[in-house]
């Protein structure tokens, strides 16, 4: 597992460069996707599967879900259709697939390997050992993480809202 810990950690560093210098935002939402995914598989080798699991519904999943939000509120017409024709040639997935068929190589020996059930760092972090400490000593941080989640979802709600003429929005 230790070889799947630094082959992933290879992966998340490559993808969030391919991230930081992408000149397209698709390109760089594919290389942030893969990124988040090496992450997920970090926290698979050093046996915090439940971390992992977060990892890939919160992170990965909301920023893909995000980015087709974006994508259908700006409807930009006929120039963004050519656009999306553009990010549809194979060029653009190459290098994200390959950074992704390494993590599925990895994943997969991971699970076929001798040491499959090996864990580096000894212990597992379990759901009920993460809700212990953070509904514990760390229950104030959490309660203030919410309120400021609140905060700003109300925050976007207000920006967001079009004038319609009857007294709400901007």
Request: no cysteine; aromatic share 8%; proline share 3%.
């Amino acid at each position: 597992m230790e070889i799947a810990f630094y082959l992933s950690g290879l992966v998340a560093v490559l993808a969030t460069l391919g991230v930081i210098t992408g000149t397209s935002p698709a390109h760089a939402v594919l290389y942030l996707i893969v990124s988040l995914l090496a992450v997920a598989m970090v926290f698979f080798a050093l046996g915090a599967p439940f971390a992992g699991v977060l990892e890939i519904i919160i992170y990965a999943g909301a920023i893909m879900v995000l980015f087709v939000f974006v994508v259908m509120m700006l409807n930009l017409g006929e120039e963004a259709r050519a656009q999306e024709q553009a990010w549809l040639r194979p060029r653009t997935w190459i290098g994200p697939s390959i950074l992704a068929a390494a993590l599925l190589a990895v994943l997969l020996a991971g699970l076929t390997g001798a040491d499959a059930g090996r864990i580096i760092s000894g212990e597992l972090l379990t759901a009920k050992a993460v809700a212990i400490t953070l509904f514990g000593p760390w229950l104030v941080v959490v309660e203030l993480a919410a309120l400021l989640l609140l905060a700003a979802l109300v925050t976007a709600s207000h920006v967001g809202r079009v004038a319609d003429g009857s007294g709400g929005g901007r």
